[in-house]
Antibody, heavy 119, light 111 residues
Framework: EVQLVESGGGLVKPGGSLRLSCAAS????????MNWVRQAPGKGLEWVSS????????YYADSVKGRFTISRDNAKNSLYLQMNSLRAEDTAVYYC????????????WGQGTLVTVSS | QSALTQPASVSGSPGQSITISCTGTSSDVGGYNYVSWYQQHPGKAPKLMIY???NRPSGVSNRFSGSKSGNTASLTISGLQAEDEADYYCSSYTSSSTLEVFGGGTKLTVL
């Protein structure tokens, strides 16, 4: 059974940093591109970042470019999102999602981890 | 403002059919057959319902179908059921500086 479990969310002050993790199991993690997608409270989905299976290709939304860094450790079946210079508008539930086709298409999602940026 | 435009809400009675539209540009929806649709119930993670415009993942009911014409993609749900009440999001690959864009979401109410 495919499982994605996010962790690392919490309350952080504006300008602060946080590192999210996503532990994957039930599939060959090293064969899939992975993504972060976020959802602000009461709002819609927003794609944040993507990393290819071997970390060769990395993409970011304009809203986080230069502040967030996506990475992965295939030996540990883990995906990460380092978030720096956090702003109030980064407050959201952050989901990790597996890309099944490379289009990308997100076929499995974690349960999400809440990040709250507030003083 | 979302990159893809969806109606804020649609509604239908049990047994009826509804269609949700998703309008983009030639840089996303119109330029590629990489449109997906996701269903999200309150407090839950999104679920993939349609990918590559019209393909259904294993386990998704055949009451859900997708199509595209020009810069507009559509999700049709036939034989509406109470459990279909949820938020629906379209997404598309984009040739812009980012990789993927979502629509603003559509709240489906089953009357």
């Amino acid at each position: 059974e495919v499982q994605l479990v996010e962790s690392g969310g919490g309350l952080v002050k504006p300008g602060g940093s946080l590192r999210l993790s996503c532990a994957a199991s039930g599939f060959t993690f090293s064969s899939y591109s992975m993504n972060w997608v976020r959802q602000a409270p009461g709002k819609g989905l927003e794609w944040v970042s993507s990393i290819s299976s071997s970390s060769s290709y990395i993409y970011y939304a304009d809203s986080v470019k230069g502040r967030f860094t996506i990475s992965r450790d295939n030996a540990k079946n883990s995906l990460y999102l380092q978030m720096n210079s956090l702003r109030a508008e980064d407050t959201a539930v952050y989901y990790c999602a597996r890309d099944v086709t490379g289009d990308p298409t997100f076929d499995y999602w974690g349960q999400g981890t809440l990040v709250t940026v507030s003083s | 403002q979302s990159a893809l435009t969806q109606p804020a809400s649609v509604s239908g009675s049990p047994g009826q059919s509804i269609t949700i539209s998703c309008t983009g540009t030639s840089s996303d929806v119109g330029g590629y057959n990489y449109v997906s649709w996701y269903q999200q119930h309150p407090g839950k993670a999104p679920k993939l319902m349609i990918y590559d415009v019209s393909n259904r993942p294993s386990g998704v009911s055949n009451r859900f179908s997708g199509s595209k014409s020009g810069n507009t993609a559509s999700l049709t749900i036939s034989g509406l059921q109470a459990e279909d009440e949820a938020d629906y999001y379209c997404s598309s690959y984009t040739s812009s500086s980012t990789l993927e864009v979502f629509g603003g979401g559509t709240k489906l109410t089953v009357l």
